[in-house]
């Protein structure tokens, strides 16, 4: 069934990029209907109750061109309130259609709906649509294939066949009482049972060789595998035995070809990596396997999730048909091997060609310096809290942990009454120093609050996101929604500004939506500043949003 199912898909992709390719070279509005509701799916040979899109997990795949104008009518039949964040996406003046929950709308609620609206502009690669409230995009996500327009080709030799991997996680117990009971005691939420390949785990863990992720290729062609993280937590390596993988894009953006045996991904990342099978058949299956990449003390699921690469034999003969064939597995490096992650991360760079630029700001109008980590808040007086010494967990940047309004933010800004919904004074640094990868302050608790930072159309601006180690360093990724930055520079330990700028490449700096912040280390990014954040309007008209739609959901 799980071999059916994964053929299906292939056939599914190939039909729909045989269908937009013969869609003429002008930008269309393609409309989606997503339709959430609960969902059985038996996984581990335990049955659940999950939330889904069209009953697909994970969901359906949504295909445009560059430049097309996409509509998707989301109905939420589910008991839960619901809205969609279309990951990677450049929300430019569609701010309303960006999907975080009390963020730029109020969510969707059971029974409601509300059509998200936008245009795919400069963008062709892959991105994800996913929930966007509490844990439910743990099942509720899908891909986003975006083609070049009609006419364009790739920057790299076109290959026979794409094919969409979604890597994610699968607990047993319901994911949305997960984080209930892990924000009700302050501890880190219970580990998932299993990663998965396009929602399945795979031979590797009991009773699952049925739900396994097959990819059938032909000797001598070349597949894309479009690689999609929706795990919720964990940079994953990835590897496919006796094969190599050459990246050609990541977030959506061309970069410069290179090939490895392994890569790393972060939750919340695309790439587009080149698959060459072997020229003849070889008679042998390969694992595709993926597994955790970590260095922190706290636990994470430390299992492996596998696929399998079949050959079809272009000349079965009776002796051959339903012969059993070895099956190879590749070597993932150390779960703890930090060099691997830097010598991968260090290879990514912009194509930077004329046709695809590399548009980095040489002059910046606002700098920041963000620290990242874990703190702490006190435990409720006679309440029982399982973080540090009895107190609860809380992530932080600059010591401020987000607090959800009650209304959206961006609705409120629209309106002119952000008074007692989010304060503008979101701290540029932190207000008290320390030694961010060395001795942690007596001191951790961390102040909560909504705030935010105000900045002006069109500002460029710099960003240091500092890792810290208060309660033990980890890495954090970082997405920048409605737009991409550039990442010029990475290290480890303290950011130097006197001397780590002496090394930012400015030239063809990779750029993305998603970044993993090193564990005890540091990563610098640079954008020119449409939207994100609160950004102000600006002076001529087709700089400014737009009314709220008439369907906005209401909190």
Not at 52 to 72: C, I, K, M, S
Not at 301 to 322: F, I, K, M, S
Not at 349 to 370: C, I
């Amino acid at each position: 069934m799980a071999s059916a199912s994964s053929v299906l898909r292939c056939c599914l992709l190939a039909t729909a990029l045989m269908m937009l390719s013969a869609v003429g070279a002008e930008a269309i509005t393609r409309q989606y209907l997503f339709e959430v509701q609960t969902t059985s799916v038996t996984r581990l040979c335990s049955t659940k109750s999950i939330v889904t899109v069209n009953g697909q997990y994970p969901g359906p795949t949504l295909f445009a061109r560059e430049g097309d104008h996409v509509e998707v009518t989301v109905v939420n039949h589910s008991p839960y309130n619901m809205s969609i964040h279309w990951h990677g996406i450049r929300q430019l003046l569609s701010g309303w259609a960006d999907g975080p929950s009390y963020i730029t709308q109020c969510p969707i609620q059971p029974g409601g709906s509300y059509v998200y609206r936008f245009t795919i502009t400069g963008q062709r690669g892959t991105l994800w649509w996913h929930a966007h409230i509490s844990w439910l995009r743990a099942t509720v996500h899908g891909p986003m294939v975006i083609l070049p327009p009609a006419g364009v080709g790739y920057p790299f030799p076109a290959p026979h066949e794409e094919v969409p991997i979604m890597f994610g996680e699968w607990w047993n117990n319901d994911t949305e009482a997960v984080i209930s009971q892990a924000l009700q005691t302050g501890g880190g939420p219970n580990i998932s049972d299993a990663y998965t390949l396009n929602g399945l785990p795979g031979p590797l863990y009991n009773c699952s060789s049925q739900d396994t992720f097959k990819l059938k290729v032909k000797p001598g062609k070349t597949y894309m595998l479009r690689l999609i993280n929706a795990a919720l937590n964990d940079e994953l390596f990835f590897s496919i035995a006796n094969h190599t993988l050459t990246v050609v894009d990541v977030d959506a953006l061309y970069v410069k070809p290179f090939t490895v045996d392994t890569l790393i991904i972060a939750p919340g990342q695309t790439s587009n990596v080149l698959l060459t099978a072997k020229p003849t058949y070889p008679a042998a299956s390969y694992y595709m396997l993926a597994r955790p990449y970590t260095n922190t003390q706290g636990t994470f699921d430390n299992t492996t999730v596998a696929g399998v690469l079949e050959y079809e034999d272009p000349c079965p003969t009776a002796a051959t048909a339903g012969k059993t064939v070895p099956i190879f597995s590749p070597t993932l490096p150390q779960i703890n091997d930090t060099n691997a992650v830097s010598n991968f991360t260090a290879k990514l760079r912009s194509l930077a060609s004329a046709e695809y630029p590399a548009a980095v700001p040489q002059q910046v109008d606002h700098r920041f310096f963000f620290t990242v980590g874990l703190g702490t808040h006190p435990c409720a007086v006679n309440g029982t809290c399982q973080g540090p010494n009895g107190s609860r967990f809380a992530a932080s940047i600059n010591n401020v942990s987000f607090v959800l309004p009650a209304t959206a933010l961006l609705q409120s800004h629209f309106a002119g009454k952000s008074n007692g919904v989010y304060a503008s004074n979101f701290p540029y640094y932190p207000l008290h120093p320390f030694n961010y990868t060395g001795t942690p302050p007596n001191n951790t608790n961390v102040m909560n609050g909504t705030k935010v930072l105000v900045l002006p159309y069109g500002a460029n601006v710099e960003l240091v996101m500092q890792d810290t180690s208060i309660l033990g360093a980890e890495s954090h990724p970082l997405h920048l929604h409605g737009f991409n930055f550039f990442v010029v520079g990475q290290g480890f330990g303290n950011f130097d500004p006197v001397n780590d700028p002496a090394k930012f490449n400015l030239f063809d700096p990779v750029e993305r939506n998603t970044v993993g912040v090193p564990a005890g280390g540091w990563v610098h990014m640079s954008w020119g500043l449409k939207m994100a954040w609160l950004v102000l309007d600006g002076s001529r008209p087709d700089q400014k949003l737009p009314p709220p739609p008439l369907d906005l959901p209401k909190c």
